[in-house]
């Protein structure tokens, strides 16, 4: 055998070593990464599942963000009023085909979360829609029905903006006893005003 083809043999012999050799380093380096990687969203799971359960339970990521803290106003200082546009809706009652035109201002007591509401009212309008198109005509017509639907509209109306506000039940399950017991959500829509209410 020649010297050359000696030295031939031992050049493709150094190419197939380095060729193993950068497969082997490539395939350590993606176990790394990718045992890095798992590592990274099993560490995330765990965090969402203890953030989970020091929130309750929820799974909403509605309910997960946190509750804003509007400042309550002082006596001193007139509330914000926000008129939204009439609303006009189909009623839910069965045996005829009835509508609703009411007129709606919402009393906030900080100007400056008025102002922040603006920005949300198509969620804001919709919210307040989905409850009307579910009362009947005999839900709306006496006293106590429209302060029961004053009472949902507030609560529903800061919903887009991340303040979740239970409704009250008069149930007695477990839940139910731990809601009460927690901190109750301070509500900056104070009052709901009906600037017109007409049922046909």
Known sequence: MSAAAASAETTVAKKKGSKKLWIIVGVVLL?????????????????????????????????AAPARKPHKRDAHTPP?????????????????????QIGI????????????????????????????????????????GKEMLAAEIAREAVRPLGINIE???????????????AAPVYNPVQQVHFSSFIVQ
């Not at 914000?80 to 609703?100: Q, W």
């Not at 307040?128 to 839900?139: C, G, R, Y």
């Not at 409704?167 to 017991?181: G, I, V, Y």
């Open 80 to 100: 914000a009023y926000l008129p939204l546009d009439p609303f006009v809706v189909n009623l839910a009652d069965r045996d005829s085909d009835r509508y609703a």
């Open 167 to 181: 409704a009250e039940s008069d149930d007695d399950s477990a839940s139910s006893k731990k809601k009460r017991r």
């Open 31 to 63: 176990l790394v990464a990718g045992g890095g990687g798992g590592y990274v969203m099993m560490k995330r799971k765990a965090d969402a599942a203890a953030a989970e359960a020091e929130g309750g339970g929820h799974g909403d990521a509605a309910e």
């Open 105 to 144: 201002t919402l009393e906030i007591d900080d100007a400056k979360f008025a102002d922040e509401m603006k920005t949300y009212m198509p969620a804001i309008r919709n919210a307040i829609l989905m409850i009307l198109s579910h009362k009947t005509a005999a839900d709306m017509l006496g006293r106590e």
